[in-house]
């Protein structure tokens, strides 16, 4: 951004720098690790044990933090109660140490500063800093209404500033969580069963007979229950069904992987339910207790053959009808899994929408083996003045998209971009446990929208690429140094789980509550920050769920009995579900009369031009995101990603197996980076794919620096869903190129 008014800076040496190195590991489907029940004994006799829950990702396991006498963090270990881990941290838990260990982390206050001309950052205090956002926050609210002051955010700092913007007056809040990820699955399945997925997803995998994955890679994005569930039910001769272009570690486990032509799911799905209803294999007593537009469904698929799908996925008429009679065989015991990373292609709600009508015909919503119905239990609010009512807020934002139920980030960027159509605009930026450089496609719609902004923070633990657009850096510590809000997710009985600090915070680095806290009490809001410590809040509200932070920090995890009735349905007796008609819609009413398709149907997206090949990208076990790639634990077990490709393109092109390439896409746009070239027959010959979350380009991150590429550069081109404005990203293709594009000639 040379021509920028706001340079992007590569956070300086300003107390940065070092190298740690550590590996922790996971046998995917196995054992926490290597180590024997004796040697953690061991290694953790003369250690101290504190509560706390991970922050790696977004399961949020319990576990135990093991420091030594030296407030060295030595060893996190699941908590053997906890129904998100069962005492079984994957290696991004157990990988923790690493964020606390990190010496390229964040660790003071930067403000942004010229010098000679020069944009650079200079080293802050606490007191400065925080002043200095106090300033703008009373600025941006006196000049264009606290509105126009944005937050995104994720994760548990994430938060605690959302209780402080909404205490400023603004509501104009959103995360990448929603449209980026999961939002389309929560709009399909709440048209369908009136009731949002939520995390952990209510998946009774221990007690399936078949799972089927459309796109779901169990196993390397964690999702750490789920996998030692789905463990279980392999052991237990369960059906895997696996649909993927590419032969993922899931699919590697399951009795058929249905190799798909890309973006060509829903053809599929309603090509099941044709054989399902066409050879009555439907649980024919739950849908006529509990559904809503059968016979509708039943006319809509009736041309929806094997046959006609085999044209469209390439699967062939005899695998489609054999494995929808598998599903049939098995149901009620059956799931057809929602997935979690679910923005592919701009349909993406109603993607969502067949597999939870697949899932209503098999009657597995509400059944052991099925979907089971999910329970929490409210953790009280500490008391607060009420919210003022902004003039306006992230609703208004999204306004255009009928079902969105939580802020759009990509239009809450577009917010920040000057237009005579621009009717909530945003002048200032708060960023929050989120590299949005990583996750937000379109760069330039970003740096455009960065560009603009009178005043902009970034809170973090790492210099991510997101620090460098910044005006104030304020330096995160991690989940290890800190309190935090209690734990409680939805699953099969209700239970809390705490987060003590193990350690001090190292360096510099404040909690995300102090610093919330912190700006409050500053622009006049301190009767919203009735504490001096989080803790208080915590014991308070512990004390009125009937325990206490005593309990709480030896026991880590607290469970409660359910409430809310059984856990399935029961048989013969009525239920009456969360929708306007009380059962499950198969036919919506609700998107008919909103404009749009009350059943889905497939849509022909673009295919790959001559010479180009779809982008596909997925996780990585070891790694979260872009946020764990320079955490030397995790980076110790997986450094860089590949370019997994074909072996008859690799003959075309003439590439073989740790070859340098470099990618450009369908717009031109080169990737900075090169990438390892690896020939296999588990990826289709029309598509290539990588991991995503490395290409980081901030010589600062040691470790991370140049190593591999970044899948999100790639990905200029978006497919909006027109229902709760889901950010599509695979619809991008890429050439590749094997001599270096940046190479200048020298003469």
């Known amino acids: 951004m040379t021509t920028s008014r706001r340079k992007f800076i590569k956070i300086s040496g300003l107390g940065l720098g070092g190298v740690f190195a550590s590996t922790s590991a996971l046998n995917l489907f196995g054992n ?9 004994q061991k290694i953790t006799k003369n250690l101290k044990k504190t509560a706390t829950y991970c922050e790696v990702c977004f399961w949020k396991c319990a576990a135990w933090a093991h420091s030594d006498e030296q407030g060295n963090i030595q060893k996190i270990i699941g908590n053997e109660t906890d129904p998100h881990c069962y005492g079984r941290l994957c290696p991004r838990g157990t990988g923790g140490v690493g964020m606390y260990s990190d010496e390229d982390r964040l660790k003071t206050p930067l403000i942004r500063t010229t010098i000679d001309g020069e944009e650079t950052f200079r ?20 000049k264009h209404g606290a509105e126009s002051f944005a937050l995104l955010k994720h994760g548990s700092p994430g938060k605690h500033l959302e209780h402080l913007f909404k205490a400023y007056g603004s509501d104009t809040i959103a995360e990448p969580a929603y449209a980026q990820c999961r939002g389309a699955r929560e709009a399909g399945f709440n048209a369908t069963f009136g009731s949002w997925v939520g995390s952990p997803e209510p998946t009774d995998i221990r007690d399936t007979k078949c799972l089927v994955l459309i796109g779901s890679h169990i196993g390397e994005n964690m999702h750490n229950s789920q996998v030692q569930e789905m463990s279980d039910a392999i052991d237990n001769n369960a059906t895997i069904i696996t649909v993927d272009p590419r032969l993922s570690t899931a699919a590697s486990k399951s009795q058929y992987w249905l190799a798909i032509k890309p973006a060509t799911d829903i053809a599929l799905m ?8 066409k050879e009555d294999l439907y649980d024919k007593n739950y849908v006529k207790r509990y559904t809503t537009g059968f016979d509708e469904l039943k006319e809509h698929v009736q041309n929806f053959t094997p046959e006609w799908a085999y044209g469209i996925t390439t699967i062939k008429p005899e695998e489609i009808i054999k494995t929808a009679r598998e599903m049939a065989h098995a149901a009620p015991a059956v799931i057809i899994h929602p997935g979690r990373h679910v923005s592919w292609y701009g349909d993406d709600t109603q993607r969502a929408r067949a597999m939870a009508i697949l899932n209503g015909l098999l009657g597995s919503w509400g059944r052991r083996g099925g979907f089971y119905f999910k329970e929490k239990i409210s953790v009280p609010k500490y008391p607060h003045p009420k919210y003022p009512h902004p003039k306006w807020d992230w609703t208004d934002v999204g306004e255009k998209f009928p079902l969105a139920q939580m802020g759009i980030t990509t239009e809450v960027i577009k917010c920040a971009i000057p237009s005579k159509d621009n009717k909530y605009p945003v002048k200032a930026m708060m960023v929050a446990g989120t590299n949005i450089t990583k996750s937000i496609p379109d760069k330039k719609l970003l740096e455009e929208a960065i560009d603009e902004l009178e005043f902009m923070v970034v809170l973090d633990t790492m210099p991510m690429d997101v620090t460098g657009y910044a005006d104030v850096v304020l330096p995160e510590c991690t989940y290890l140094e800190r309190y935090d809000g209690i734990r409680s997710a939805t699953n099969r009985t209700p239970s809390i789980a705490v987060r003590i600090p193990a350690v001090k915070p190292k360096y510099d680095s404040k909690p995300g509550w102090w610093v919330a806290k912190q700006i409050g009490e500053r622009i006049g809001l301190g009767d919203f920050f009735k504490y001096d410590d989080y803790k208080e809040v915590i014991e308070w509200q512990l004390e009125k769920m009937g325990t206490s932070l005593e309990e709480m920090e030896k026991i880590g995890v607290k469970h409660y009995p359910r409430k809310s009735g059984p856990m399935y349905l029961v048989e013969g007796e009525h239920h009456e579900f969360p929708t306007d008609s009380g059962k499950i819609e198969l036919y919506s009413k609700e998107l008919k009369n909103l404009g749009f398709d009350a059943m889905p149907l497939y849509t022909k997206h673009p295919e790959p031009p001559q010479g180009f090949y779809r982008l596909n990208y997925g996780r990585s076990p070891m790694h979260t995101f872009s ?11 997986k450094s860089e990603n590949n370019l997994w490709v074909n072996p008859k393109v690799a003959r075309i092109i003439g590439l073989k197996t740790g070859q340098s390439v470099w990618l450009r896409n369908q717009d031109k746009i ?3 980076f090169s990438i390892k070239v690896r020939v296999t027959e588990r990826i289709r010959w029309d598509s290539v794919y990588m991991v995503h979350g490395f290409g980081h380009d901030n010589k600062k991150l040691s470790r991370a620096f140049g190593k591999g590429i970044n899948d999100t550069q790639m990905v200029t081109k978006t497919m909006v869903d027109p229902i709760m404005g889901g950010t599509g990203m695979r619809g991008n293709f890429v050439e590749i190129i094997t001599e270096d594009p940046h190479k200048t000639e020298v003469i």
Not at 123 to 142: G, R, Y
Not at 270 to 277: E, G, R
């Open 270 to 277: 309603l090509a099941w339910m044709h054989v399902i209803i």
């Open 670 to 672: 080169t990737s900075t």
């Open 123 to 142: 080293e802050a205090s606490w007191d400065e800093a925080l002043d200095l956002i106090a300033s703008k926050f009373k600025d941006i609210k006196e």
């Open 32 to 40: 926490n690790s290597p180590l024997t029940e004796k040697t953690v």
């Open 627 to 637: 946020r764990t790639a320079n955490n030397p634990n995790l980076n110790a077990l």
